[in-house]
């Protein structure tokens, strides 16, 4: 009987935390669902269009702070993006050897705290069309409208544009954009 018992607890609790994913309003990225209940990893590992960035994330030993509690907002390179880079860079920024300069790479696409699209939007206005944002590596994002769009200019003057904007996270929020930053 207690055998019983623990079945049904078990389908029970699996019955609960299906429905109450399925109540979520989710955003889809490469093809999955983006859980705000899961935190940026969780989601972002479900990304057909993002197996590139969370190789990397790996590589460089992220993986525990993004899991973390942030808050992050995070503009995420598609493996398009990361497919536009020179042939070879990726693979040589994965070697243990690079570790450093990948981290530096990819924290410069992290922003502490929780910017939304409006909160973006906002921050250029008030800044007369451009709002520089500090990264967790130390660097700076210009953040400018182009359109509807965002678009985000790296340290060296080069672009990318926010393409899924507000996938929101239990610890911040994802924007997915169309090209690497460089710091």
Request: charged letters at 20%.
């Amino acid at each position: 009987m207690k055998t019983l018992k623990l079945i049904f607890s078990i389908v029970a609790l699996s019955a609960i935390s299906q429905v109450s994913f399925a109540q979520e309003k989710t955003v889809t990225v490469g093809g999955a669902p983006m859980y705000p209940s899961k935190n940026i990893i969780e989601n972002a590992v479900n990304s057909k269009d993002h197996t590139t960035l969370v190789a990397a994330v790996k590589a460089a030993g992220l993986v525990e702070t993004l899991s973390g509690p942030g808050p992050f907002t995070v503009f995420a390179p598609t493996n398009k993006a990361f497919d536009k880079l020179p042939k070879g860079t990726v693979e040589t920024l994965v070697k243990p050897e690079n570790k450093e300069t990948l981290t530096g790479i990819l924290t410069y696409h992290v922003v502490a705290g929780k910017m939304s699209a409006a909160d973006l939007m906002k921050a250029i206005k008030d800044g007369g069309g451009k709002a520089t944002l500090k990264t967790v590596s130390g660097g700076t994002l210009t953040a400018m409208q182009k359109g509807k769009k965002i678009e985000l200019m790296d340290a060296k003057g080069g672009t990318s544009t926010v393409t899924i904007a507000d996938v929101n996270q239990s610890n911040g929020v994802i924007h997915v954009i169309d090209t690497v930053l460089m710091p």
